[in-house]
């Protein structure tokens, strides 16, 4: 090999050594972020009335009839850690209104939280999300309405014929 050859041959070397070590990065980073979020699936949800005497979803429907006194979220989920925190939150109107978590015990599983009210009166009209978190990461958010009953129907909304 000519001097000249050599010259131009030890900067291709130098920006192939730091490619290689900026992909090394990339993939371990990418790796790391994994295992702090875990890799915690949903793969089946439904959001229902209420379960079946085998814990199987019933009444499954993303518009609740007004006068329901309850909704449930029923999920199941796999590639779960021991130890993962699962955090459920249910949401009206884009106001809080219920959070729980709980510690995964299995890598895979079926999970159902119920919605309902302490005095077991009906739920309130309106638009409701309830969201999945694991180790603070959401994972999943689903939406659904509960009607209005007819007398709740706002005056802003009533339209009046002559």
């Known amino acids: 090999m000519s001097g000249n050859k050599r010259k131009h041959a030890g900067p291709l070397i130098l920006v192939g050594l730091v490619v290689m070590i900026l992909m090394a990065c990339i993939s371990w980073s990418s790796r790391s972020n994994n295992i702090i979020a875990g890799s915690f699936t949903i793969d089946d949800i439904q959001i229902c009335e209420e379960l079946d005497g085998e814990l199987k979803p019933i009444c499954v429907a993303r518009n609740m009839p007004a006068g329901s006194p309850q909704v449930c979220l029923w999920f199941v989920y796999s590639r779960g850690r021991r ?68 007398g709740d129907v706002p005056m802003e909304n009533v339209v009046i014929w002559d």
């Open 83 to 150: 130890g993962d925190s699962v955090e459920i939150t249910w949401y009206l109107n884009e106001r809080i209104i219920q959070s729980e978590t709980l510690r995964l015990a299995e890598e895979r599983g079926t999970r159902a939280f119920y919605l309902i009210r302490e005095d077991a009166s009906p739920l309130d009209a309106g638009f409701y999300s309830v969201s999945i978190n694991c180790n603070g990461r959401e994972k999943l958010m689903e939406n659904f309405t509960v009607d209005a009953a007819s």
